[in-house]
């Protein structure tokens, strides 16, 4: 069993969707962080969250350190959001999730 | 105040040779961390160092993989009689601390593909 498991795999959305993302950790963390990844391209962290929730224009994070449980919505969805976003979590190391591939459709 | 810099940006090496891939943290960052993405896998820590010292390497391979963090240059990870199996993507991160309020940022990558 991975120590990050993150859903959907996969997403397509139409333009102007609200889009959620869930990743949820077997692990003791420091911090959990949202990274995007645009294809071969290099990673961009989203945010870096160790309690409660964050905002980011359209873009907010949620965590539930109780439920090892975190979450990224997206709202008003824009095909420029097309992009692989993964799930870390840890301290020292980081262990990740294998990505959600996120395709907004104009 | 430039990011992770790291380069080459894309390597090609032959089977048996050495791959050098460098990274110079952020300005101010004393922590850098080694991932290794594979074709279509998750990203996957390799190191942890700091200034002169690894912390915690327990996801480098056993052979043929080496890092150091001078007090002077960037992090270097180096990469043995490279195989095949080597090609990947290298991507390195820095922190100004650990803990939970510290900031990472990723470099852009050094795409490797052994021939």
């Known amino acids: 069993k991975n120590e990050v498991e993150q859903s959907p795999q996969n997403l397509t959305a139409q333009e102007g969707e609200f889009i959620t993302i869930n990743c949820s950790y077997s692990?003791?963390?420091?911090?959990l962080h949202w990274l995007q990844q645009h294809p071969g391209g290099g990673i961009v962290s989203l945010f870096m969250l160790s309690s409660g929730k964050k905002k980011h224009g359209r873009l907010i994070a949620t965590i539930n350190i109780q439920e090892k449980h975190s979450s990224l919505h997206i709202t008003a969805s824009h095909p420029r959001d097309s992009a692989v976003y993964i799930c870390a979590v840890g301290g020292n190391q980081f262990y990740f999730g294998t990505g959600t591939s996120l395709t907004v459709i104009p | 105040n430039a990011g992770v810099m790291q380069n080459p940006r894309h390597l090609v090496r032959r089977r048996g040779q050495e791959a050098r891939l460098r990274c110079s943290p952020m300005?101010?960052?004393?922590?850098v961390y080694w991932y290794r993405q594979l074709p279509e896998e998750g990203l996957k820590f390799m190191v942890y160092?700091?200034?002169?010292?690894?912390?915690?390497e327990s996801g480098m391979p056993k052979e043929r993989f080496s890092a150091e963090f001078p007090k002077e240059g960037p992090s270097i990870l180096r990469i043995q009689q490279v195989v095949r199996g080597d090609s990947a993507a290298y991507f390195c991160?820095?922190?100004?601390?650990?803990?939970?309020?510290?900031?990472?940022?990723f470099g852009n990558g050094t795409r490797l593909t052994v021939t």
């Open positions: 300005k101010g960052h004393s922590h």
């Open positions: 160092l700091q200034k002169e010292n690894i912390i915690d």
């Open positions: 991160a820095s922190s100004p601390r650990v803990g939970e309020n510290s900031p990472l940022h």
């Open positions: 692990v003791g963390i420091s911090a």
